[in-house]
């Protein structure tokens, strides 16, 4: 068992920067692959990034390259998204997941956090 809680969200103008946490407590941490989900009003939950359990290898979306970056500190159970450069179509709910194995998609994901609002405006 997991519990997932994620932080960070907020308003920010277009080209601006947030970082968003998700700090994990119950299980061993270290040894889920990790994933960020968002959902904008109206469309389906969308994978953004992920993150294995161990060596730090990353996956993006194609639309979010190049500007942000996923990362994990398994000593404080925390897993991050520094988002840069941020556009007003990433405005959505983001929430991070765990799964046993690599996978862009939610269902594969067994914890989710309660998600972060980010709004982006122009």
């Known amino acids: 068992q997991v519990q997932l809680a994620e932080s960070g969200g907020g308003l920010v103008q277009a080209g601006g920067s947030l970082r968003l946490s998700c700090a994990a407590s119950?299980?061993?941490?270290?040894?889920?692959?990790m994933g960020w989900f968002r959902q904008a009003p109206g469309k389906e939950r969308e994978f953004v990034a992920g993150?294995?359990?161990?060596?730090?290898?990353?996956y993006y979306v194609d639309s979010v390259k190049g500007r942000f970056t996923i990362s994990r500190d398994n000593a404080k159970n925390t897993m991050y998204l520094q988002m840069n450069s941020l556009k007003i179509e990433d405005t959505a709910v983001y929430y991070c997941?765990?799964?046993?194995?690599?996978?862009?998609?939610?269902?594969?994901?067994?914890?989710w956090g309660q998600g972060t609002q980010v709004t982006v405006s122009s």
């Open positions: 997941a765990a799964s046993p194995r690599f996978s862009n998609t939610p269902g594969a994901y067994d914890y």
């Open positions: 119950g299980s061993t941490f270290s040894s889920y692959y």
């Open positions: 993150i294995s359990a161990n060596f730090g290898i990353t």
